[in-house]
């Protein structure tokens, strides 16, 4: 038997029922108020009942007014009640059109979304989305993914974050923390580090360290930003005609093995720069300084200085060369000192440089006994008490000896 239809029924003013038809057709049942403020109450009022507003076959069951402003609640606020809204194979839609849609819970009470019978999300009291630990995603890989994710102030990974063939950018200051942080690129491909959007070093896939555009960029700065210790274990290489190692105010060790110094073409070069050469800890006399153009023809009002002896040496001349650049006619008889007083002949007692004629030959200065030490802050000087009597005599003087 076909159960009745209705089109509109009232039910005590204002309430009604309308477009009730039997389960048999598609039915479309509206509970709802005509334009006025009041309540309408599907269930009992005393506590722990059950109320179902259900639609036996397929169905529209609308709960609320759609033409008029109003507040539509399923549910009670008495005693333990439960409310449930729920579906068949169909599935569940809630729709608000025009309109804020709002999901509420009272009190302490979380906002739970559950699938498949079990409570995977909730929405906290305080606001928080919170999951069961460590179980769930968000998107997943390659296709529902979200698109962005606005955060204010951090986001804290417990394992592992990975970014795929993307960038991580950041307005201001970006800080990575972790106990134990972790760079890696797979495969052939580098990790590299800009700055000013300028690509500086990169870690190649074999594992060196590279700045990325030669000769360029430094480790550490003067005197203030520089690293404490290298390490390396085979070789150090400066490449290129002006390279240089610099060492200042340190020392080149080498605990074991022996050290070995090569360079090939020009050879290596020490520049004291007020330092001293040692070995086993005792000092080693080295050319101190090479005065170029120094004329033996003429005697000159102010001696040149050879040397001055840095702050806080002492310096020990061991020995005087000189090699003639220019002989012109030269005859071997000039008179020539090396000494820090006047007459400059303490260090080298002045000397007749005889039979020096010529660019092929040298004259070395013999100590005759006593001669002065040099000490801090004093100008070694070169004095020609008599000059060749040739047309013209000049040379370069070599002056030898090691600092205390």
Known sequence: MAEPRFDSKQIGSPFKISSLVSR??????TAYADNVTTTI???GGTANTTTQVRAAAAGTINIGENTVVQTT???????ASTTTVRSGTGGLNVTATGSTLALAATGANPITFTTNGVANWNISSAGHL???DNTFDIGAAGATRPRRAHIGTEVIVGAALTISSSVISSAGAMSLNSAGLTLQS?????IQFDTNGTSRWNVASTGH???????TLDIGAAGATRPRTIYARTSFIAQGATNALTVTDGAITQSAGGLTITASGVGVTLNLAGGRVQANALPIPVVLSVTSSVSLKTVPGTPPTLYTVPTG????ITDCMLSPTTATAAVGDSVAGIGVAAGEDDIF?????TGLNATTQQFKFLSTGVAVKALTGTAIKFGLDTGDTGTDLVADVYLIGYLI
């Open 186 to 190: 797979t495969g052939v491909n580098t």
């Open 130 to 132: 919170l999951a069961t």
């Open 24 to 29: 048999a057709g598609t039915p479309v049942v």
């Open 41 to 43: 109450q599907l269930g």
């Open 313 to 316: 040496r002492t310096a020990i």
């Open 73 to 79: 609640n399923l549910g009670s606020t008495n005693g």
């Open 349 to 353: 007692s002045s000397q007749t440089l």
């Open 209 to 215: 360290i590279l700045a990325n555009t030669d000769n």
